[in-house]
């Protein structure tokens, strides 16, 4: 299988890359990692008539923790995120995620900022964004932007973006204190894409939860907030109990699709598995 002719350009600039989409845009593609558009380009699923290559630029790598956020660089790649002693201690939901993405190989080269703008609903780094409300930077020739998550996945393989923006940095808040989490996806094999999946966080006070994140992934064409289940579980012990209730909840109250993977019935169970298992581990329940 070859791709389908194309010019390339490599930019040593982030205005370099920024001119071109500019210049191009919904003609042009960004190549980042590459783990994701090269088989769609050996495929021809992908058809553009000009590649970006944003390797070449520099000052998108670098992983730093920022007013309560960890910043990654577009460029960071997955092994590094995974391999971090800074995310593994401020933001372990996210580390624990990333572990699951792929086989050792697609994490060596796949790319943060790629893995997000190409915005597969299964994805891993998806999920734990809209669960722990991250955000992205986007920028082009006309300045830069902050989208939030919530507001950034629009669709299956879409986003938020302009043709001519570049997604330069994703911000991750760091996990609050005294928070706990838990991270859990259901896959056909090591390395598939998740059939479902979910990222929870739960906070107490008093023997009460005081707050709550339950992110889905899976079910629709983005990854969403249980809101109803997220509400049912505030001011609850977060015990057994309230935690099969929430995900009950949580599976009954999103949008969930069937496909050649599943039935919309197959997939809504998965749901409630791993939203309860995740729960399970954020409330330290062992059965």
């Given at each position: 299988m070859k791709p389908p002719p194309f010019a390339y350009a490599a930019p040593g600039t982030r205005a370099e890359a920024l001119a071109l989409l500019a210049r191009h845009g919904y003609d042009a593609k960004v190549l980042a990692g590459g783990q994701s558009l090269v088989p769609a380009l050996n495929f021809r699923l992908a058809r553009p008539p000009v590649l970006v290559d944003i390797n070449g630029i520099p000052g998108l790598d670098a992983i730093a923790e920022r007013d309560g956020e960890l910043s990654f660089g577009a460029l960071v790649r997955h092994t590094d995120a995974e391999r971090s002693a800074l995310v593994a201690r401020r933001c372990p939901p996210l580390a624990k995620a990333i572990g699951h993405i792929g086989h050792r190989t697609i994490r060596n080269r796949g790319t943060i900022g790629g893995s997000i703008a190409h915005a597969d609903p299964a994805a891993e780094l998806p999920l734990v964004m809209v669960a722990l409300g991250g955000r992205v930077n986007a920028a082009s020739v006309r300045g830069e932007r902050w989208i939030a998550a919530s507001d950034f996945f629009t669709g299956y393989l879409a986003t938020a973006l302009e043709p001519d923006e570049l997604l330069v940095e994703a911000r991750f808040p760091v996990l609050a204190s005294g928070a706990t989490w838990g991270f859990q996806e259901y896959s056909r094999r090591s390395g598939d894409f998740a059939l479902a999946a979910a990222c929870v966080t739960l906070s107490r006070a008093g023997g009460k939860v005081t707050a709550c994140s339950i992110g889905v992934a899976g079910g629709g064409p983005v990854p969403v907030r249980a809101s109803a289940a997220e509400r049912a579980l505030i001011g609850t012990d977060g015990g057994s109990g309230a935690c099969l209730a929430a995900a009950s909840s949580a599976a009954s109250g999103i949008e969930i699709d069937g496909d050649i993977h599943?039935?919309?019935?197959?997939?809504?169970?998965?749901?409630?598995?791993?939203?309860?298992?995740?729960?399970w581990t954020a409330a330290g329940l062992t059965s």
């Amino acid at each position: 299988m070859k791709p389908p002719p194309f010019a390339y350009a490599a930019p040593g600039t982030r205005a370099e890359a920024l001119a071109l989409l500019a210049r191009h845009g919904y003609d042009a593609k960004v190549l980042a990692g590459g783990q994701s558009l090269v088989p769609a380009l050996n495929f021809r699923l992908a058809r553009p008539p000009v590649l970006v290559d944003i390797n070449g630029i520099p000052g998108l790598d670098a992983i730093a923790e920022r007013d309560g956020e960890l910043s990654f660089g577009a460029l960071v790649r997955h092994t590094d995120a995974e391999r971090s002693a800074l995310v593994a201690r401020r933001c372990p939901p996210l580390a624990k995620a990333i572990g699951h993405i792929g086989h050792r190989t697609i994490r060596n080269r796949g790319t943060i900022g790629g893995s997000i703008a190409h915005a597969d609903p299964a994805a891993e780094l998806p999920l734990v964004m809209v669960a722990l409300g991250g955000r992205v930077n986007a920028a082009s020739v006309r300045g830069e932007r902050w989208i939030a998550a919530s507001d950034f996945f629009t669709g299956y393989l879409a986003t938020a973006l302009e043709p001519d923006e570049l997604l330069v940095e994703a911000r991750f808040p760091v996990l609050a204190s005294g928070a706990t989490w838990g991270f859990q996806e259901y896959s056909r094999r090591s390395g598939d894409f998740a059939l479902a999946a979910a990222c929870v966080t739960l906070s107490r006070a008093g023997g009460k939860v005081t707050a709550c994140s339950i992110g889905v992934a899976g079910g629709g064409p983005v990854p969403v907030r249980a809101s109803a289940a997220e509400r049912a579980l505030i001011g609850t012990d977060g015990g057994s109990g309230a935690c099969l209730a929430a995900a009950s909840s949580a599976a009954s109250g999103i949008e969930i699709d069937g496909d050649i993977h599943g039935s919309a019935a197959y997939r809504r169970s998965l749901v409630e598995t791993v939203v309860r298992r995740a729960l399970w581990t954020a409330a330290g329940l062992t059965s």
